[in-house]
């Protein structure tokens, strides 16, 4: 006699069970509504700011006074920018951009080096585990605490008013956090290929340079960004070491649209536009590197 091998029928209880996951499906669905309800909101309250400044960098000075702040212009003209450029703002521009490369880059590669160092040889020397809690420790000292010895310490070295002054501090204040970053995630590369370079006769240069250059290149965009944003916005280091026209960055040249009576609104938003295009340039090419230095660098 045969005996059939058929796979029984699904039962009720089975039904039961999908229906407590087509149960549990719902309740997800409803908090992802719930989710992208504050996320578009969200979303409104950040891009709502970025869209008043965008339009009234068109608005002329009489129609942003007359008109409704959020109403888009009617007649929108482009003399706010031209008002900006012939205002000296092409020698400002250029001062940022030697002031964040001058300071930015140096500070990248000191600090590459010193966290490889601080990685590969921290485990045997108690020097260098001092190293990395002195550049720990320059974390929890603010700008604004220190700036009176910067200030007397520049003057001493005979710097003011140039932009090599405001180049040295940035560049202190910016290895912290970018042996920080830079040393988590030299740490999650595996030792072993540490090893293999040094079987196969690299020097500790070598290594450096041929392995953990290329291993850490998104941490290493993502602490430009990071630290070229801080000191292309800086303004209190450009106030206080500088004063001469000659010598404005971006933020300070702002000032230049503030008369006794008023301020010309428009022609600053103006200005604030120009001077967030290239950290948007910035961000737009090296945005996947930064993503994965971000969420990269810190995964033990």
């Known amino acids: 006699m045969a005996i059939s091998t058929r796979p029984a029928p699904p039962r009720h209880g089975v039904s039961v ?11 997800s669905l409803r908090l992802n509504w719930f989710g992208g309800s504050f996320s578009w909101l969200w979303l409104i309250v950040v891009m709502l700011p970025i ?17 409704n702040p959020l109403v888009p212009p009617s007649a929108p003209t482009l003399d706010n ?11 400002y521009f250029v001062n940022s951009v030697i002031v964040t490369a001058g300071a930015v880059l140096p500070a990248t590669l000191i600090s590459f080096m010193a966290a490889y ?22 974390l929890a000292i603010p700008l604004q605490a220190v700036i009176i010895p910067i200030y007397l310490i520049i003057i001493r070295l005979q710097m003011y008013d140039t932009l090599l002054a405001i180049i040295l501090p940035s560049i202190a204040f910016a290895i912290p956090l970018s042996v920080l970053v830079l040393a988590n995630f030299i740490r999650d590369v595996p030792k072993e290929l540490f090893e293999s370079m040094r079987l196969d006769g ?17 941490a290493l965009v993502t602490v430009v960004i990071y630290q070229g944003l801080g000191v292309w916005n800086g303004f209190i280091l450009p106030l206080i070491l500088t004063q001469s026209p000659d010598q404005r960055t971006l933020p300070l040249g702002l000032w230049s649209f503030q008369g006794q009576y008023g301020v010309n609104v428009p022609a600053v938003l103006a200005s604030v536009v120009l001077t967030t295009l290239p950290i948007l340039i910035l961000y737009a090419i090296g945005r ?9 660098g810190f995964g033990k």
């Open 17 to 27: 069970t999908s229906s407590g996951g087509g149960g549990r499906r719902r309740s």
């Open 81 to 91: 920018y031209r008002l900006v450029i012939e205002a000296e703002f092409t020698r």
């Open 51 to 67: 869209y008043w400044i965008v339009i009234t960098s068109f608005k002329t000075r009489a129609n942003y006074y007359a008109q």
């Open 288 to 296: 996947r590197q930064l993503l994965s230095g971000l969420t990269a």
């Open 117 to 138: 160092g601080i990685v590969r040889g921290s485990a045997g020397s108690r020097f260098l585990r001092s190293v990395n809690g002195l550049f720990l420790m320059g």
């Open 202 to 218: 690299a020097t500790e240069w070598g290594t450096l340079w041929r392995l953990a250059f290329p291993l850490v290149r998104p």
